[in-house]
């Protein structure tokens, strides 16, 4: 069966003679922003240019980064790596979580410049696995992006909105939180998420430009009263101490904690997602990858660090606000208000990762669904004029991300629970994705040319320390953060995650295998 899309008529330039508006190819190069290189990309992979490339490097740097939040998050979940590892042993798991994904992305990056499209894993594996299995993995993979992501825009939307409550929490000591506050809060910001991305999608690329401005300047806005106001610990014990909850040892302990230090830089890919936008991508998109897991992940183990110091006897951990650097924040400065315009930065930052998680998530569907892979997937994958990118994708996203706020009325451990899915499955399609490019180059096939070539023996080893490294990340963030949990306790997220890949596999089955044929049977073969 065909996919949802028309090919894109054939000219020496490689794009439509005509898209409805009298507009000629060379017209539409510059209506699209389209360079040489993207126009071969596009033109190999027999995908229509239908939306504009208003971002360039920095442009997109600023929205990997932000999506990323690296530094702002690892405020939010440093706790739990304190419960399993304390502080040395967040610290050390830190570091090696950031080593392990400037390894990730790489390997992503250098797929990413062979095939530029907002496809991303799902299309490079139907491009790189053995033949004889590449429509099956390939849709399983793009069912673990679209279900990954959808849950990612609903945490990224409730950290957020919970974010709000705590501030709340903190100025109005009467104030007694519901879990349906936060969840009103959240769809708001959902709202607004939607508004940015369709009304002003033409101004996004300028909004995430504003955005990195700020996640450069709010981190030291936020590091430098921390070291200067705040009581440090003696380095001895932060880079010493050790914490085990009742672990068999103390080294299992800390890598279950490494789930603190994973959930700040997973989710880069989504730069991946935004290729068709994004000018020269085959060039740029790679090394933004890279370099945005280099600078974030410095930030992070920077943050990380500054934690640990000014934690002070750890009381923080037991605030009522429900995140530890709110009060530490206040702790340190003594003033409301400084509290609040500390915590607003990182408020702010975390609505702006929610806009561009939303943007990414998106394209992921529009891409999947343009391959014909969803229920209603012409309608899923059209752009409509004027606004030049796919609304009814952000629309299906948004309803998603409310209704899985829903569920935290009823209980917020069902929804950490749903939306910690978005590890497992993200883990799982990078390590496919990565996977298969290691057997293409162990067995020696033939891999399409990248302007991101690590060279094929220390490409290879980047690929295998990835690799290595994200099935520790699959196996550790399934554990429950207790031994010999209560069942209240236990981290049940191995069985909705084992639920969501039973489903993908028999829709593939019923469905999937008569409607998709998989990215690879319509891309080109140039000269």
């Not at 390997?107 to 062979?114: K, R």
Request: proline content about 5%; some cysteine.
């Amino acid at each position: 069966m065909s996919p949802t899309y028309k090919s894109p008529q054939i000219s020496h330039t490689g794009v439509d003679h005509d898209n409805g508006y009298g507009q000629d190819a060379h017209e539409l190069h510059d209506f699209y922003k389209t360079s040489e290189a993207d126009r071969r990309d596009m033109l190999r992979m027999n995908k229509p240019q239908e939306m504009r490339r208003n971002f360039k490097f920095l442009t997109m740097f600023g929205f990997s980064v932000v999506l990323m939040a690296s530094w702002e998050t690892i405020l939010a979940t440093a706790p739990l790596g304190l419960l399993n590892g304390g502080t040395a042993g967040l610290l050390y798991t830190n570091l090696a979580t950031w080593i392990g994904f400037i390894a990730v992305y790489a390997s992503l990056g250098e797929q990413a410049s062979m095939a530029p499209t907002s496809g991303g894993q799902y299309h490079w594996v139907s491009e790189f696995s053995p033949r004889w299995c590449q429509r099956f993995l390939s849709y399983i993979v793009g069912w673990l992006g679209v279900l990954g992501w959808q849950v990612g825009v609903a945490f990224a939307s409730y950290l957020s909105a919970t974010e709000i409550q705590g501030l709340a929490i903190l100025n109005y000591p009467s104030y007694v939180p519901q879990n349906w506050h936060g969840t009103l809060i959240q769809i708001c910001l959902l709202v607004i998420c939607v508004f940015v991305n369709t009304f002003l999608a033409q101004r996004l690329h300028l909004v995430e430009g504003l955005a990195l401005i700020l996640h450069v300047c709010g981190f030291f806005a936020i590091m430098i009263p921390l070291w200067v106001l705040s009581p440090t610990a003696k380095s001895r014990d932060v880079w010493t101490t050790f914490s085990n909850p009742g672990w068999e040892s103390t080294g299992l302990s800390c890598m279950i904690g490494t789930v603190a230090s994973v959930a700040p830089l997973l989710g880069a890919d989504a730069a991946a997602h935004m290729a068709e936008e994004l000018q020269d991508a085959s060039y740029t998109l790679p090394r933004i990858l890279t370099l945005a897991t280099v600078i974030n992940g410095g930030l992070m183990f920077i943050m990380c660090i500054t934690f640990c110091y000014v934690l002070g006897d750890g009381s923080a951990l037991e605030t009522s606000t429900n995140y530890p650097f709110i009060q530490i924040f206040y702790n340190s400065t003594g003033s409301f208000a400084a509290a609040n315009a500390m915590t607003a930065i990182i408020i702010i930052l975390s609505f702006f990762t929610a806009v561009t998680i939303t943007a990414g998530s998106s394209r992921q569907l529009f891409a999947f669904a343009r391959d014909g892979a969803l229920p209603f997937s012409s309608w899923i994958a059209a752009v409509r004029p004027g606004f030049d990118v796919p609304v009814n994708a952000i629309l299906v996203i948004f309803m998603g991300a409310a209704i899985l706020s829903l569920i935290n009325i009823g209980s917020s451990l069902a929804f950490s629970i749903i939306t910690s899915l978005g590890t497992g499955t993200l883990t799982l399609s990078y390590i496919v994705t990565i996977a298969v490019v290691v057997w293409r180059k162990m067995a020696g096939k033939p891999l399409l040319p990248s302007r991101f070539n690590m060279g094929r023996a220390f490409g290879l080893f980047v690929n295998l320390v990835a690799l290595g490294w994200l099935v520790v990340v699959l196996i550790f963030c399934f554990f429950p953060l207790f031994p010999d949990p209560l069942p209240a306790d236990m981290n049940w997220a191995i069985a909705v995650w084992g639920g969501v890949i039973v489903f993908a596999i028999i829709y593939f089955l019923v469905w999937g295998r008569r409607a998709y044929d998989g990215p690879v049977e319509y891309v080109r073969k140039l000269d």
